[in-house]
């Protein structure tokens, strides 16, 4: 089963809860995320960096009224490539109800496109190793896993 075509746009600072719900609504999320009502500042200062931005996106897909998926994209510079642009993908998530009919899908040939309207040359994202099934999605898209990623997290 597939959604009807979606509606992509801009997220805008009434869509933080839903969003910030829809990353905490995930076993891993769930251990990083804090999702309460009022929602924490820190998600709110981190949207309002993201929408200043120019090469940050936070877009949502919507079927009618309701959010259904989102990512967020950033476009960076890079001196390899002779100058190349790049795109990274983060924060994928689509709504539990949605999973299963397409959503995704159309989120990433959205992003996809965008991407190629910006004039990357690289389409990016990095996912956790314990999320086997994101992987053979990301695989079904054409995605590659040609480096091995790391990460040092860091104390605030």
């Known amino acids: 089963m597939s959604v009807e075509p979606l509606d992509f746009r801009e997220a805008t600072a ?7 719900q829809m990353l905490a609504d995930d076993p891993l999320g769930a251990k990083r995320e804090n999702y309460e009502l009022p929602l924490p500042e820190v998600y ?3 949207f309002e960096a993201i929408d200043k931005d120019p090469n940050n996106e936070l877009i949502v897909a919507k ?3 309701t959010i259904v998926g989102f990512m967020q994209l950033t476009f960076i510079p890079y ?3 002779q100058g190349g642009w790049r795109a990274t993908v983060e924060g994928v998530r689509v709504n539990k109800q949605f999973r299963s009919q397409g959503v ?3 989120l990433f040939e959205w992003g996809i496109n965008r991407a190629n309207e910006r ?3 690289l389409f990016q994202l990095t996912t956790d190793k314990q999320r086997p099934d994101a992987i053979k999605f990301y695989e079904s898209l054409g995605f590659k896993a040609t480096h091995e990623g790391m990460k040092l997290h860091l104390s605030r």
């Open 14 to 20: 009434n869509d933080i809860a839903t969003l910030v």
């Open 44 to 46: 709110l200062k981190a």
């Open 63 to 65: 079927s009618g009224e």
């Open 79 to 81: 001196l390899t490539y």
């Open 104 to 106: 995704g899908k159309q």
């Open 119 to 121: 004039g990357c040359h």
